[in-house]
C-alpha cells in the first residue's frame, strides 16, 4: 500500500479507537454496576455536573485538566484514560495484523469488548451478558471476512461451551462450591466461535498458564484466594488470534 493512504488509516483507526475506547470505559463502569447504558449522559459523580464533549475528550481531557473535574475539582480516576489508551493501541495492532479492512474492524471491537470484560471482571466479578453477546456476533463477522470454516466456528462455540460446563460441574462435584462462573463458561463459548475447532487447545493451554501466574499475583497481592479468571481467558484469546495472525 502507499505511505499516504496507509498513514491516514492509522490515523482513522486510532480516532476510532480513542472514541471506542472512551465508550468502553463508561461501559466497564456501567453494565457491571446495572446502570443505564445508552439514556443516561456522563456526569461528574463528585458535584453531579452533566459533562459536555469539552470534558469528554478522550485521553486529552485527562491529560490538559491534570485528572481532575472541570467543575468541582474532584480527582477523576485514572482508570478512563488508560483504559482509552489501551483500546487504542488494540485498534492499531488489530490493523496492522488483520487480513483485511473488514477484519480488522472486527478484531479491533473484538479487543475494545475485551478490556471492557477485563475491567469489568477485575472489579465486580462480572462479564457482562450484553458484551459476551456483541462478541458471539462479531465472531460471525470474522468468520464470514477471513474465510474461515463456519463448521469449523459453530463446532469450536459448541464444545468451548460443553467444556466450560464439564469443567465448572467437575469442580463443583469435587469441591462442593463453584470455581467456574457461568460468566466464564459463556466466554469459554465465544472463544470457541472465534478461534474454531483447531485453534481450541492452544486457547485452553494458554489461558491454563495465564490463570495461574495470575492467580499467584493475585495472591502474592493479598487479595485472596479467589481470584477472577475472565482477565486470564480475554488476554488468551487475544494472544492466540495476535499469534496466529503474526505468523501466518
Ligand atoms: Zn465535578
Given at each position: 500500500?502507499?505511505?499516504?493512504?496507509?498513514?491516514?488509516?492509522?490515523?482513522?483507526?486510532?480516532?476510532?479507537?480513542?472514541?471506542?475506547?472512551?465508550?468502553?470505559?463508561?461501559?466497564?463502569?456501567?453494565?457491571?454496576?446495572?446502570?443505564?447504558?445508552?439514556?443516561?449522559?456522563?456526569?461528574?459523580?463528585?458535584?453531579?455536573?452533566?459533562?459536555?464533549?469539552?470534558?469528554?475528550?478522550?485521553?486529552?481531557?485527562?491529560?490538559?485538566?491534570?485528572?481532575?473535574?472541570?467543575?468541582?475539582?474532584?480527582?477523576?480516576?485514572?482508570?478512563?484514560?488508560?483504559?482509552?489508551?489501551?483500546?487504542?493501541?488494540?485498534?492499531?495492532?488489530?490493523?496492522?495484523?488483520?487480513?483485511?479492512?473488514?477484519?480488522?474492524?472486527?478484531?479491533?471491537?473484538?479487543?475494545?469488548?475485551?478490556?471492557?470484560?477485563?475491567?469489568?471482571?477485575?472489579?465486580?466479578?462480572?462479564?457482562?451478558?450484553?458484551?459476551?453477546?456483541?462478541?458471539?456476533?462479531?465472531?460471525?463477522?470474522?468468520?464470514?471476512?477471513?474465510?474461515?470454516?463456519?463448521?469449523?466456528?459453530?463446532?469450536?462455540?459448541?464444545?468451548?461451551?460443553?467444556?466450560?460446563?464439564?469443567?465448572?460441574?467437575?469442580?463443583?462435584?469435587?469441591?462442593?462450591?463453584?470455581?467456574?462462573?457461568?460468566?466464564?463458561?459463556?466466554?469459554?463459548?465465544?472463544?470457541?466461535?472465534?478461534?474454531?475447532?483447531?485453534?481450541?487447545?492452544?486457547f485452553w493451554l494458554a489461558s491454563g498458564v495465564l490463570g495461574i501466574c495470575f492467580g499467584l499475583a493475585w495472591r502474592l497481592a493479598g487479595r485472596g484466594q479467589a481470584f477472577p479468571f475472565g482477565p486470564s481467558l480475554a488476554a488468551a484469546l487475544l494472544l492466540m488470534l495476535f499469534l496466529s495472525l503474526a505468523t501466518r
Open positions: 500500500m502507499d505511505l499516504l493512504p496507509t498513514l491516514f488509516l492509522y490515523v482513522v483507526f486510532a480516532l476510532y479507537g480513542l472514541a471506542t475506547g472512551s465508550l468502553a470505559g463508561a461501559l466497564s463502569y456501567r453494565l457491571p454496576r446495572r446502570q443505564p447504558v445508552i439514556l443516561d449522559r456522563s456526569r461528574c459523580p463528585v458535584c453531579g455536573t452533566t459533562l459536555n464533549a469539552i470534558d469528554l475528550i478522550p485521553v486529552f481531557t485527562w491529560l490538559f485538566t491534570k485528572g481532575h473535574c472541570r467543575h468541582c475539582q474532584a480527582k477523576v480516576s485514572a482508570r478512563y484514560p488508560l483504559i482509552e489508551l489501551a483500546v487504542t493501541a488494540l485498534f492499531l495492532l488489530a490493523l496492522a495484523l488483520a487480513p483485511n479492512l473488514w477484519a480488522a474492524a472486527a478484531l479491533a471491537y473484538l479487543g475494545a469488548g475485551l478490556v471492557v470484560l477485563i475491567v469489568s471482571d477485575l472489579e465486580m466479578r462480572i462479564l457482562p451478558d450484553p458484551i459476551q453477546a456483541g462478541l458471539a456476533l462479531l465472531a460471525l463477522l470474522w468468520t464470514g471476512v477471513t474465510g474461515a470454516n463456519w463448521l469449523d466456528m459453530a463446532l469450536g462455540g459448541a464444545l468451548g461451551l460443553a467444556i466450560g460446563l464439564l469443567l465448572r460441574g467437575g469442580y463443583f462435584r469435587l469441591k462442593g462450591r463453584h470455581g467456574l462462573g457461568m460468566g466464564d463458561v459463556k466466554f469459554l463459548g465465544v472463544a470457541g466461535l472465534w478461534l474454531g475447532l483447531e485453534g481450541l487447545p492452544g
